[in-house]
């Protein structure tokens, strides 16, 4: 390859990012491969994340096919793997991190401009042939979203890989409940330790040997002066205001050709922004794919790898290659145990799909597929382990794939209540089964989050499967009244074999599974990942809760069921 380090993109207001820049040897005109963000382009996989590193290497040995790896950076393409067949690869530092100078503002509007100027700087350099590509991991991806939505002129294709989309609903907040354990470590972890300036006092690139938030060292300071408070910000927006929705993008903007892949895993961040990324943009040509496994993984397998390369060829290079002939939805179909089987489909949700209600029995704690006869109630404290409704083992084989939602009457003895909605699937003799998620490997089959103040529903976006909260106003409750909340539940994916049963978990507080937590670096993982949630006035929501159900108060789960006699 030819590689180019810290090359020079000029801003509209005068700021230089930094960009290295991966190309072919032969003299030609190469479409670009870009991404834009604030982990340091020239950090190494491995000096950013060892443990995922080490994953990465132990179980998809297959990355050294074709490449020596050293030019591996967490979460973008490895240019070696694309270099070669015809692409140039272009990794920028965001604006104030890394090697780019400027004020720190991570998936801000100011940044959302940067990437736009970025993709139309690289389109017009005498090797490139005007078109680009994004692709990228989870911050890569996210940022795909607003840019797309501004319709760059030379933006030809893009691929959002796991990446979360509206930045109140599943980054700041899940249900008007506050997730700030991630994006507090995440902040100083992953963005702070290479904030431009930082300089001497940070990692040595063993790629180029320079200083990778360098080349100038700033006073701590300056460095402060020059970022924003991302956990402050957050804590003075807990609405849905302009601060988040300019972090967001309008999907009926967005009309390039879009490849978004999930994870069922990704509860808590990603999932849901690729599933609503597919499902609104204005896209005539776009496709769904969700897989498993850990999140970071599957990107640079060889499937990964192959999909994205056979998508980008067709938009970016001309080649008829068939991509557009393939199914619009792929998913990897989730079986317990870890085993995973490919299954095309046509639309998202899935056309077919049989919208099976639950009824939950407050009087014996379980899940009905009748309407109940008399009412009853349950209380349990907020701050406990909550009410599980136990369904009957299954009569036969049932898939659950698409999203879920919950309706549930409630009454609560403070003026408040978080409610935390666990869905989860037993074996025949009644143990939980887990699934891998982002960094954890023991979370149930899905979450679901909402504040009971922010219950006020809008109608125009809402449906009975995703119900949509505006998220804009507090109102509050009158203890020991009744009402009616509508709760979200991610999109899930689950093959349950006959026999085995589910289960709903009602409670206050984040899911913990019954086992021994784990520790990956400043994350304690005891089955809800890193996102964690936290609550500045405890007595709002540290009461006791009744659910209501019966014929008046019907509280249910509504799934996303499956019919096997169609399956393809």
């Excluded at 990964?304 to 002939?325: A, D, I, P, Q, S």
């Excluded at 949509?468 to 203890?479: A, G, K, M």
């Excluded at 507080?509 to 990942?529: C, H, M, N, Q, W």
């Excluded at 949630?533 to 008046?552: I, L």
């Amino acid at each position: 390859m030819n590689v180019y380090w810290d090359a020079g993109i000029k801003m509209d207001d005068g700021v230089v990012l930094r960009a290295d820049i991966f190309r072919p040897i032969e003299e030609g005109r190469y479409p670009a491969i870009l991404s834009y963000g604030p982990y340091g382009k020239g950090l190494h996989f491995k000096d950013a994340n060892a443990a995922q590193w080490d994953y990465l290497v132990s179980n998809y040995p297959e990355i050294y096919e074709g490449s020596s790896c050293k030019y591996m950076n967490l979460e973008t393409v490895d240019p070696e793997m694309w270099v070669h067949d015809g692409y140039a690869v272009i990794r920028v530092d965001s604006r104030g991190a890394g090697r780019s100078p400027g004020f720190l503002d991570p998936l801000s509007e100011r940044e959302t401009e940067d990437l736009y100027n970025c993709i139309e700087w690289a389109a017009i350099q005498e090797w490139s042939n005007g078109k680009v590509g994004l692709a990228g991991i989870s911050y890569y991806a996210v940022n795909q979203w607003t840019v797309a939505s501004r319709n760059p002129p030379h933006l030809a294709a893009m691929c959002p890989w796991e990446g979360a989309s509206d930045f109140y609903r599943e980054v700041s907040h899940h249900g008007g409940l506050a997730s700030l354990n991630f994006t507090g470590i995440w902040y100083r972890n992953s963005v702070l330790r290479v904030q431009h300036g930082v300089g001497v006092r940070g990692p040595i690139s063993s790629m180029t040997g320079d200083y990778v938030a360098g080349p100038e060292t700033l006073p701590e300071d300056e460095l402060r002066r020059n970022r924003v408070d991302m956990v402050e910000l957050i804590k003075a927006h807990p609405f849905d205001d302009e601060f988040h929705r300019k972090r967001s993008p309008d999907f009926s903007r967005i009309n390039v050709p879009l490849l978004s892949c999930g994870n069922w895993g990704g509860m808590g961040l990603h999932l849901r922004g690729n599933t609503e990324g597919y499902a609104l943009s204005s896209s005539e040509e776009k496709w769904l794919e969700i897989h498993g496994r850990p999140h970071w993984a599957e990107f640079y397998s060889r499937y990964g790898v192959t999909l994205m390369k056979r998508f980008f060829e067709h938009y970016l290079k001309g080649v008829n290659n068939g991509f557009e002939k393939m199914s619009r939805v792929m998913l990897w179909i989730r079986h317990p145990g870890g085993r995973y089987v490919l299954r095309n489909e046509n639309e998202w949700p899935i056309a077919r799909t049989e919208w099976t209600k639950l009824y939950l029995d407050s009087s014996t704690h379980t899940l009905s597929s009748r309407m109940l006869d008399m009412e009853s109630a349950a209380e349990y404290e907020a701050m406990g382990s909550g009410l599980t409704f136990l369904s009957n083992p299954l009569p036969e084989d049932m898939e659950i794939t698409g999203p879920a939602s919950a309706k549930l009457f409630i009454s609560s003895s403070t003026v408040d209540a978080d409610i935390f909605l666990i869905l989860r699937a037993f074996t025949p003799d009644v143990k939980e089964v887990h699934f891998f998620d982002f960094l954890d490997p023991h979370t149930p089959i899905g979450m679901g989050w909402l504040r009971a103040s922010h219950r006020r529903l809008d109608t125009q976006k809402s449906k009975e499967w995703r119900p949509y909260h505006t998220h804009d106003r507090q109102e509050l409750l009158t203890p020991g009244e009744i009402y009616e909340l509508d709760v979200e539940i991610w999109p899930t994916c689950i093959a349950l074999p006959r026999g085995f049963r589910l289960g709903l978990t009602v409670r206050g507080k984040d899911y913990e599974y019954a086992g021994v937590p784990i520790r990956v670096g400043e994350f304690t993982l005891a089955g809800s990942g890193p996102f964690l949630h936290s609550r500045e006035a405890m007595n709002n929501y540290s009461g006791n809760v009744t659910v209501y159900s019966g014929p008046q108060y019907s509280s249910n789960v509504l799934l996303p069921v499956i019919p096997q006699k169609n399956q393809m």
